[in-house]
């Protein structure tokens, strides 16, 4: 069973940064393609950012690009998601979520949606405000 541990939320004033953080352990393979979801009240859990295995291929919501960015350190086994010029619109819990690696030879076929992560963690509360 793979577990995924998520740390970093808090609360913030638009314009501020925070990173998130998401340890993962367990399961049958040594490294996934990691995702980043969040879920405000009443809206439905979507994706903003996702990376492959090696880190080297990444993709983000068009409402994240250019203000957050996923990366990973797979010596600690920890996806992070550093979020930068916040906004009180991007108040949600931020999920991280885990999916078995989708790299066909060098071509990585990006998870799109929740249902492509079996894998998930418990959330953290980011709070922006205005």
Same mark, same amino acid.
């Given at each position: 069973?793979?577990?995924?541990? +998520?740390?970093?939320? %808090?609360?913030?004033?638009? %314009? $501020?940064?925070?990173?998130?953080?998401?340890?993962?352990?367990?399961? !049958?393979?040594? *490294?996934?393609? @990691?995702?980043?979801?969040?879920?405000?009240?009443?809206? +439905?859990? +979507?994706?903003?950012?996702?990376?492959?295995? =090696?880190?080297? =291929?990444? #993709?983000?919501?068009?409402?994240?690009?250019?203000? *957050?960015?996923?990366?990973?350190?797979?010596? #600690?086994?920890?996806?992070?998601?550093? @979020?930068?010029?916040?906004?009180? +619109?991007?108040?949600?819990?931020?999920?991280?979520?885990?999916?078995? !690696?989708?790299?066909?030879?060098?071509?990585?076929?990006? !998870?799109?949606? #929740?249902?492509? *992560? !079996?894998?998930? $963690?418990?959330? =953290?509360?980011? =709070?922006?405000?205005?």
């Amino acid at each position: 069973q793979v577990q995924l541990v +998520e740390s970093g939320g %808090g609360f913030v004033q638009a %314009g $501020g940064s925070l990173r998130l953080s998401c340890a993962t352990s367990g399961g !049958p393979y040594a *490294f996934y393609d @990691m995702g980043w979801f969040r879920q405000a009240e009443g809206n +439905e859990r +979507e994706l903003v950012a996702a990376i492959s295995w =090696t880190g080297g =291929t990444t #993709k983000y919501s068009e409402a994240v690009r250019g203000r *957050f960015t996923v990366s990973r350190d797979n010596d #600690k086994k920890t996806v992070y998601l550093q @979020m930068s010029s916040l906004k009180p +619109e991007d108040s949600a819990v931020y999920y991280c979520a885990a999916t078995a !690696p989708r790299t066909h030879g060098s071509v990585w076929d990006p !998870p799109s949606s #929740k249902e492509d *992560f !079996p894998y998930w $963690g418990q959330g =953290t509360q980011v =709070t922006v405000s205005s």
